[in-house]
RNA sequence: GGCCGGAUAGCUCAAUGGUAGAGCAGUUGACUUUUAAUCAAUUGGUUCGGGGUUCGAGUCCCCGUCCGGCCA
């Protein structure tokens, strides 16, 4: 390695431009941070060393190291490490590096002693905040108790020449957290956190349904009909058969098929897509879990996402309480409590004969509760129901089956027994939200396409009559279930936004590139 | 769609209508156990875009773009 230093400072009285040296003067250009570190890599190849032709064996991670040093011990094995620099801290003839991988940050500590004339030409001068580098020595621990690799030898592996942001901030502009999510990652340690939870829970439930001998399957996203649930769908079209399709609202009809076809225990976790508002807990896409137990029934999908949520929560988190962000805890542990839909319309209103009301009493009621005044246009249970979303649902914050809903919410679930105006379903709210509604689903031909057909209106293509004649073949009886895997790590994670919880959020075109 | 808030250096933020600043990052130097290292010096600005008011606009007014929040 034969390096020369860079170009000394040029005396003050020197004006800018005046450098005569073949090289591009760091000084000159000092303030453009993207052409001091393009400066330093065309430095780095005219001196043979091309970074982005490098590699590093990474024997170790951070987390691994720790576990290499116990207390009390000196010196430790020799490890290979690799990642981003995200600290220097330069002392004379040594440095402590922190550099940043998958598990962590690991510290690595680099001297003139070990490093000979390298340390100060191309250590110091050319190895910037951001680039990726792989570290070779014996573990130590420093005087405060930090595990750190002393470096034998080192290499740059990949250079940024772009820089990161500030960091003790962080990156706080919200847009670029989710536009530049990658920046995110790197200096925001919460939202890696989260992120890696997220991936985690994911794979807690299916192990979880794996246990349970579900079957996971994978079915179309670009449906010709948007059923299974009310919601506008994005349109798109095929060029090849030369039509349009929706893109899937939820997953819930082609899982049906699954049990037609036999696999009585079915899940899918998949991407559905609805084109409405964007909020704090609504994205354009979302992912939803939904998973279908033929021979049970609602009842048992009580069982079923209770012990998941369960299983995941300790799994994931060792524990079953969860802290909002407003510091209320949730505990996930234990039996969980059952009411009835009427039941809390009538607590909440007070008026034990409100399913006996007319619509304008119940508008009128609406506005004494200091509601906005439902639209005319909405049917006598939509009332009633903006009285469950505007003013019960958010307080349900510890977990809560809400069951015996009307029928006229859930047209895919079979009637009560003995009551003709509710349906074997409940919403499962934890933390202000819906988290997972389950159905004893219907597997009535006859009533399921009259149920549709109310549902459409007069919008009969809206009725996917391929699924109709599958119930016609014959679906067992079957409990099915959906839980909104985004708000479970919400929940999990005291997450303020659903977009907190999703590498990257829908977002339009960026207007500044 | 409505209302409110925001956009200033690479990043995080300041700036009564009167010379656009700080910290971090960068550059130069000192420093062999730091923890947002420290110390010294120093570079860096189309104040989101377009109009207007004014002797003078980052600041006030209008229009637009984008972002966020609340509501629908």
Not at 313 to 338: F, N, S, Y
Request: hydrophobic residues 40%; contains cysteine; glycine residues 8%.
């Amino acid at each position: 390695m034969n390096l020369s230093p860079l170009p000394a400072r040029p005396p003050k009285d020197t004006p800018k431009g005046a450098n005569m040296s073949d090289k591009p003067d760091l000084n000159a250009i000092s303030h453009d941070l993207h052409a001091v570190r393009l400066e330093k890599l065309a430095q780095l190849r005219a001196n043979g060393e091309d970074p982005f032709r490098a590699n590093w064996n990474q024997s170790h991670i951070s987390s691994e190291c720790a576990k290499l040093l116990p207390e009390g011990v000196e010196e430790g094995p020799e490890v290979s490490v690799a990642g981003r620099v995200v600290a220097i801290r330069v002392m004379g003839k040594a440095s402590f590096v922190k550099i940043l991988d998958r598990a962590g940050i690991q510290q690595c500590y680099f001297t003139r002693d070990a490093l000979t004339e390298r340390y100060d030409t191309h250590f110091k001068k050319l190895v910037d905040l951001g680039d990726f580098i792989g570290v070779r020595g014996k573990l130590f621990r420093t005087k405060t108790g930090e595990v750190t690799v002393r470096a034998a030898d080192y290499g740059l592996v990949s250079k940024a020449v772009r820089p990161l942001p500030e960091k003790w901030a962080g990156l706080t502009d919200a847009e670029k957290i989710y536009r530049q999510r990658y920046l995110d990652l790197v200096v925001n340690e919460e939202s890696r956190n989260r992120l890696l939870i997220r991936s985690r829970v994911i794979e807690s439930i299916r192990k979880f349904l794996w246990s349970r001998q579900f079957t996971e399957v994978e079915t179309p996203a670009l449906h010709s009909v948007a059923g299974g649930a009310a919601a506008r769908p994005f349109e798109t079209h095929s060029n090849a058969l030369d039509c349009d399709f929706y893109l899937r609202i939820a997953l819930e009809l082609h899982l049906k098929r699954c049990l037609v076809g036999g696999m009585d225990r079915v899940f899918e976790i998949g991407r559905v897509f609805r084109n409405e508002g964007v909020s704090i807990k609504h994205s354009p896409e979302f992912t939803m879990l939904e998973a279908y137990q033929a021979y049970t029934d609602y009842r048992g999908m009580m069982e079923l996402v209770r012990s998941l949520i369960q299983t995941v929560c300790k799994e994931v988190l060792g524990q079953t309480v969860v802290t909002r962000p407003d510091g209320v805890a949730i505990e996930l542990g234990g039996e969980w409590r059952e009411a009835k839909y009427k039941d809390l319309i009538i607590e909440r209103t007070g008026d034990a004969q409100w399913f006996s009301r007319s619509k304008e009493e119940k508008i009128a009621a609406c506005k004494k509760l200091g509601l906005e005044e439902p639209r005319t246009d909405w049917e006598d249970f939509e009332v009633t129901n903006e009285i469950f979303g505007k003013l019960i649902e958010p307080t349900l914050l510890q977990p809560t089956f809400v069951t015996h809903i009307p029928k006229e919410l859930c047209p895919l679930a079979k009637v009560t027994v003995g009551d003709d105006s509710t349906i074997d379903v409940f919403e499962l709210c934890i933390n202000g939200q819906e988290i997972a509604p389950a159905y004893s689903e219907q597997n009535d031909p006859g009533v399921q396409r009259k149920m549709l057909e109310i549902q459409a209106g007069a919008e009969t293509q809206k009725i996917d009559e391929d699924f109709l004649l599958a119930l016609e073949h014959g679906m067992p009886p079957a409990g099915g279930l959906g839980i909104g895997i985004d708000r479970l790590v919400i929940l999990l994670t005291g997450a303020a936004n659903i977009r907190d919880v999703i590498l990257f959020p829908t977002l339009g075109p960026d207007k500044n590139a």
